[in-house]
């Protein structure tokens, strides 16, 4: 008869010695893989069958019921496998940010599984996994054949799954405060809110801890982790001081990782995500390109719609960071208006290559005229005569982020040439040139607004990608909040003051900045900080 391996799965799988470390093998450890665990006693009695391995079965379970109980509950998970059957005391916390039996006991709970009349109490999620899974319906997106859709967040949930390891705290803690943070908002509920902010100091802490260990590579949790914290810090922190810091700890990450994190797709969705996330930080702030970004890109096949996205993205924030250097020697008299010229020229081809590259049938949408449609609900009446229907909320942020990117790429070209028009250098005929091409750039931003504002009922939910109303009376919509966050940046530059736009365009912005202010839970962590 063979002897049935003790050792944890992956270890059995690649037919290696297993040490049978708890809660993780060495070996798993030291490859960064998840240790699936260990075989119970139960499948090496039913395996052998014989008196003798009954008899010891029987012994362990009655020596050492709380070892496998503690393994049980310590890969809980949000999983309805893996629930936790520990009792529940304010006084005893297995984990610190597990809530007392005073938070839990104050929080409306829905029902877990809605389609079932009652849930035994033996298969009743824990308060944490309610939050957890509250929050993931929310704001996780999975990937779309149909639109092409690559997804927001889609790998959350597994590796989540997965973080009950020693030394992937970082990642539980961070989802566990911005799952705090978000029922809190629903709840008005003070003291989960501020529980909120105790997960995110310790996955704060903990992130850091991880990435200090030395000869360590950041894995996919560290990664996952610094865009969870990222995300809870645009929502409910207002910080000047913060601002950034996770898009460059988000860089460092992708620099320890190296070139080879896009061959697999977990890698390359985890650094499409989180290189979109510095991107965009960049654009939004006037800072430098990653010298790196240039790099990883050209190892991308250029056809791929996500990857031009962010080659496109790329390019305007070289564009952006030359016209800013521009605009200093002209005002410093160490340049001159045909070179604010040649930029313009070259701005102009690079965005014709990207409208053009976009025309492609997988970024199509549909434009309804709003008078045509039956009448909405006055709270949410769109801003715009035209509504655009894209085929799900990515393909909608997908093109807001890229006209977003073109009105800060064009509004850096008309300072400068806003410069320029005052430059001694230039007569009357090259004033007027430039004056001309002013116009066109001002009606250029003024279209791309409107368009982002056009997105805006489908972003909220308030009509759906056929073009049916969403009925109010039935309760919100449930994507509000993911496209909210979504809408948060695009609105942020149409109503800020750093882009030409219209004052009905900053008027609007700032209507639809305070649905994403309600909706997302920033009004009531923030209040008035969050009008900022």
């Known amino acids: 008869m063979s002897r049935l391996s003790r050792g944890c799965l992956r270890c059995r799988q690649r037919r290696v010695k297993c040490d049978q470390g708890r809660p993780a093998c060495q070996r798993c450890i030291n ?28 012994a362990v379970a009655t020596i050492s019921p709380s070892n496998s109980s503690s393994r049980r509950s310590g890969r809980r998970s949000r999983s309805a496998d893996n629930r936790s059957d520990r009792s529940r005391t304010s006084t005893k916390i297995v984990d610190p940010s597990d809530l007392t039996e005073e938070e839990a006991a104050a929080l409306y ?68 405060a911005a799952a705090y943070a978000d029922m809190s908002k629903a709840q008005n509920h003070g003291a989960l809110a501020d529980k909120a902010f105790h997960c995110y100091g310790m996955a704060l802490s903990a992130l850091g801890e991880s990435l200090s260990t030395t000869s360590k590579t950041p894995d996919d949790y560290d990664l996952m982790a610094a865009v969870m914290l990222d995300i809870f810090e645009s ?20 620099r320890l990782r190296g070139s080879d994190q896009i061959y697999n797709p977990r890698g390359w969705s985890l650094f499409r995500l989180a290189h979109h996330r510095i991107q965009k930080e960049q654009l939004a702030f006037n800072l430098k390109p990653l010298d790196e970004s240039e790099k990883w890109i050209n190892q991308l096949d250029d056809n791929a719609p996500f990857v031009r996205l962010e080659k496109d993205a790329h390019q305007i924030m070289k564009t952006c960071e030359r016209a800013r250097n521009l605009q200093g020697a002209l005002a410093t008299g160490n340049s001159s208006t045909f070179e604010v010229l040649e930029m313009v020229r070259e701005l102009v081809k690079l965005d014709q290559e990207v409208v053009s590259w976009r025309q492609r049938p997988e970024w199509s949408y549909k434009i309804l005229n709003v008078s045509e449609l039956p009448e909405f609900n006055p709270s949410v009446r769109p801003s715009t005569s035209t509504i655009q229907l894209h085929g799900d909320l990515w393909m909608t942020y997908e093109w807001n982020y890229h006209r977003t990117a073109r009105m800060i790429a064009h509004q850096h070209l008309l300072n400068c040439l806003n410069t320029a028009m005052k430059s001694p250098d230039s ?106």
């Open 31 to 58: 490859r960064n893989e998840i240790c699936e665990g260990y075989r119970d006693e139960a499948s090496i009695m039913f395996r052998y069958e014989t008196e003798k391995v009954i008899e010891h079965a029987k």
């Open 109 to 176: 709970l829905p029902k877990p599984f809605p389609w079932a009349k009652a849930t035994p109490t033996q298969l009743r999620p824990t308060p944490e996994d309610v939050a957890v899974n509250s929050f993931m319906d929310k704001y996780v997106m999975y990937p779309c054949n149909e639109t092409s859709s690559p997804g927001f967040l889609e790998h959350l949930p597994a590796l989540f799954k997965d973080v009950n390891v020693e030394g992937r705290c970082a990642l539980r803690w961070a989802v566990r």
């Open 235 to 254: 929502l409910f922190i207002d910080d000047p001081s913060i601002r950034g810091a996770h898009a460059q700890g988000m860089a460092q990450i992708l």
């Open 427 to 532: 007569d009357d005929l090259t004033r007027e040139s430039l004056r001309l091409l002013v116009e066109q750039f001002t009606g250029t931003i003024h279209m791309l607004a409107d368009e982002v504002l056009s997105t805006v009922p489908q972003s909220f939910g308030d009509i759906d990608f056929c073009g049916r109303l969403h009925d109010h009376r039935t309760g919100p919509p449930r994507c509000r909040g993911i496209g909210g966050y979504l809408l948060l940046w695009p609105i942020k530059i149409i109503k800020g003051a750093q882009v030409f736009t219209t004052p009905e365009q900053k008027r609007s912005g700032q209507i639809v900045f305070e649905r994403i202010r309600e909706y997302t839970g920033m009004k009531s962590h923030l209040g008035s900080l969050s009008n900022i």
